[in-house]
């Protein structure tokens, strides 16, 4: 890698900030204008090379990207209706499994594209390739996001197959059909495995083994990346080295390889990155020329946004590029450093890439997970190699598999180290201090003091040590002061809501668009934990709120009304409401007297009572008409226990955005809403009971079929929460999930359009 970087590089900067610029809703306009001022910059500027060419690039990718905005709203997937029956054509490109899988669609829609598609039942098994007619029901999503791709999902509930469609899967779906087929004889118990390390098949691979790679920090290596890509050149050059192949004939060969693969793959961000470097690198290496880290991974970025500009907003390819991006600049000098340290070479190296491709990943994962683990380096450090002997004995046994003795042999030591990798990721990602919880607050603050120190040590020069501390203290301080001026222009328009971690309870904020508040329970309290005490008044205290304007008690159980007295004497409340189920609870009974004594309305709900704050709609679908009546009113306590069958439900509504706050209503509960008629779609559902196998039935999910299903539920809990089945029949709907005993706090912001996005690591 040069000293400096070369002219590229600049130009992939000036153009990734103009595609930023469009994609955060910034016009080709403000592309132009900022051109103009770093114009002027120029004329000043004493060595303007660098800003030249990001001035150049900027408005080029401002331009490009509001194109292809204007052409992603125009697509025709975002006109199928929410809930719609669909009938189509198609075929799948990938093997459908339990989760979404890509369906091209010939005919049904208006339009030849593709859908992501799920399948609604174990007893449907298509092929990949195979022609049928599908009918299923299209899941409309409000995610916020431009690719149309991810607008939505069918939920296929049944298939035909269909002759002389006159339509015909391409030779590349056709090939991945051979090669499935192949995988799934040759792997009979690891083929979800291989079919994602080989052919970049996520939809059979069960959830539970996902989770277990991403907190043992390895889930990177089930996406078909670089480390693929490089494995397969690197044993084209191995064998080109067996056969004598001069070196630029074999970085030639393992170049168009890896190219073949990557195009067979449908071009996925990381795969597309690491075969670019590999062409570079060949060309590099035909030319006798040196090679630039930094110049090559440029090109890579430039080409991939300018063939599609909307990669920038996926996870995927921003994961991709800060780890190349940190490999290209801190590997080198880190692993000098170490081997300068006696550290031996093999070590050296392995820490130094490690280190290098995380440092910049980091950030990334702790924004779009909430979460960081811990043990990421030293498993992939452990991991890779066993990988690296897996994949290259897959794809042999897979070409093999016609010669039968030798193929099954091939592929049975391949599953023997899959087998290994599989159970030491599980019992690594089963422990519960692998992974670290990190907030966006705490995130912004940490990367934003060692931005600042590192500006201030480099501006002081030779002065005084205080002189630095004062710029950072000064600099701090003005982003403290101005985090609320943010926090405020990011909230307008929308509603917020804030499933904070209380362990096994519920503690449900709901912030309107004028910055007024309502709690949904206040979690649990034992002989050491309070939850109102130790998470609720805290936070509140935190986010500068001194009032709630309506605290809702879904019902009496101290997992729910713990926290509440601790809430009642830290915050003034509007009004408490509640079932007004009588019972002798000691808690329910002092909570009453603290209401009481604190002036604060007590209000009984009863179906259908709404409550209108700032356009945000609170509506009580329960208690049902058969829910005992009698009200204990304040001060005044009954014998009869509260049950989760007198829990409220309630439903908000902002515009087109819904949540369904169920509280732990039963499935009985859910029966007799569906029986009244209550339920419609939402986008996003308060799974009931913490996600006991009692709630969430499917004939509710398919009722009032959410988007986004939220659980509340303590980390290793006693009752097993949330429940195996209710997940199976999550992922079964095509719901995504987010829950507080994986990802703490859970935040989700929406605006009237019914647009929501996740924000996790909401931290206590």
């Known amino acids: 890698m040069s000293a400096r970087p070369p002219p590229v590089a600049w130009l992939a900067i000036g153009y990734g900030s103009g595609v930023a610029l469009a994609l955060l809703n910034r016009t080709p306009p403000f592309s132009l204008l900022l051109l103009g001022l770093l114009a002027l910059l120029i004329r000043t500027w004493p060595r303007p090379g660098a800003l030249f060419w990001t001035a150049l690039a900027l408005p080029l990718g401002g331009l490009v990207a509001d194109g292809a905005i204007r052409h992603a709203e125009a697509d025709c997937r975002h006109g199928l209706a929410d809930g719609s029956t669909l009938e189509v054509v198609g075929w799948f490109e990938a093997r459908p499994g339990r989760g979404p899988a890509p369906m091209r669609v010939v005919d049904g829609i208006g339009c030849e594209t593709v859908l992501r598609a799920t399948l609604a039942s174990d007893s449907l098994e298509l092929q990949t390739g195979e022609v049928v007619r599908a009918v299923g029901r299209w899941r409309g999503s409000k995610r916020m996001g431009r690719d149309p791709g991810r607008r939505g999902a069918l939920l296929v509930r049944s298939a035909e197959p269909v002759q002389d469609s006159g339509e015909r899967p391409g030779f590349r779906t056709r090939a991945r059909t051979r090669v499935e087929a192949r995988v799934r004889r040759l792997f009979p118990s690891e083929w979800p495995l291989v079919d994602a390390l080989l052919l970049a098949g996520t939809a059979s691979l069960d959830w539970e083994v996902r989770d277990r790679f991403a907190r043992a920090g390895v889930v990177h290596l089930l996406a078909i990346s670089g480390f693929h890509v490089g494995v397969l050149a690197g044993g084209v050059l191995a064998l ?97 450093a170490l081997t300068r340290a006696r550290v031996p070479a093999a070590g050296a190296s392995g820490l130094a890439a490690g280190a290098a491709a995380t440092v910049l990943t980091v950030p990334l994962v702790a924004i779009h997970f909430g ?61 519960r201090w692998v992974v670290l919880e990190v907030g966006i607050p705490a995130l912004t603050t940490a990367v ?139 808690t329910y009974v002092r909570l009453l007297r603290a209401a009481e004594g604190e002036g604060v309305p007590w209000t009984r709900v009863r179906r259908g009572m709404t409550w209108t704050l700032d356009g945000v709609t609170v509506r009580a679908l329960t208690p049902l008409p058969s829910a005992r009546s009698e009200a204990p009113g304040p001060g005044r306590g009954g014998d009869a226990s509260a049950t989760n069958a007198d829990s409220l439900v309630l439903l908000l509504e902002f515009g087109d955005f819904a949540l369904l706050l169920t509280g732990d209503a039963p499935e009985s509960v859910e029966a007799q809403l569906l029986r009244d008629g209550l339920l419609a779609d939402v986008d996003v559902l308060k799974v009931g009971h913490h996600g006991s196998g009692t709630s969430t039935s499917a004939a509710f999910l398919a009722a009032v079929t959410p988007e986004l299903a939220l659980i509340s539920a303590g980390r290793e809990n006693r009752y097993g929460h949330p429940h195996a089945s209710v997940l199976r029949r999550l992922h079964r709907s095509a719901v995504a999930i987010e829950r507080t005993d994986r990802s703490g706090g859970i935040g989700v912001r929406a605006d009237d359009s019914g647009a929501w996005e996740v924000r996790r690591g909401i931290l206590r």
């Not at 192949?245 to 071009?267: C, D, E, K």
């Open 448 to 586: 934003g003091g060692l931005v600042l120190a590192r500006a201030a040590l480099r501006g002081a020069g030779k002065a005084r040590r205080r002189v630095s501390i004062a710029v950072l203290a000064l600099g701090l301080g003005a982003a403290v002061l101005l985090a609320p001026l943010g926090r405020r222009v990011v909230s307008a328009d929308t509603v917020e809501v804030i499933m904070l971690d209380v362990g096994q309870g519920d503690a449900i904020l709901v912030r309107t668009p004028r910055d007024r508040w309502i709690l949904v329970d206040t979690g649990p309290r034992g002989l050491r934990f309070d939850a109102g005490r130790d998470v609720v008044a805290p936070f509140l205290k935190r986010r500068g709120i001194e009032r709630l304007e309506l605290l809702f008690l879904t019902h009496a159980d101290l997992d729910h009304i713990g926290g509440a007295e601790a809430v009642l004497s830290s915050v003034e409340v509007g009004a408490v409401v509640d079932p007004g189920v009588p019972t002798g609870k000691d």
């Open 240 to 336: 080109g080295a067996l056969f004598g192949a001069s070196t630029p004939v074999a970085y030639t060969a393992g170049a168009l390889v890896a190219s073949a693969y990557v195009a067979f793959l449908g071009f996925p961000s990381a795969a597309s990155r690491a075969g670019i470097l590999l062409v570079g690198l060949a060309l590099a290496r035909a030319r006798g020329a040196p090679v630039s880290g930094v110049g090559l991974l440029s090109t890579a970025f430039l080409a991939l946004l300018l063939a599609e500009p909307l990669r920038l907003s996926q996870i995927g390819f921003q994961l991709s590029f800060a780890g190349a991006l940190g490999l290209a600049l801190f590997a080198g000098p880190w692993r000098e």
């Open 371 to 431: 979460e960081v683990s811990l043990v990421g380096i030293p498993m992939t450090l452990a991991v890779s190699p066993l990988f690296g002997l897996a994949i290259p004995w897959s794809i042999l046994a897979v070409v093999l598999e016609p010669v039968e003795p030798v193929g099954f042999f091939v592929a049975g030591a391949a599953e023997a180290v899959l087998v290994l990798v599989r159970e030491v990721v599980e019992v690594v990602g089963s422990v």
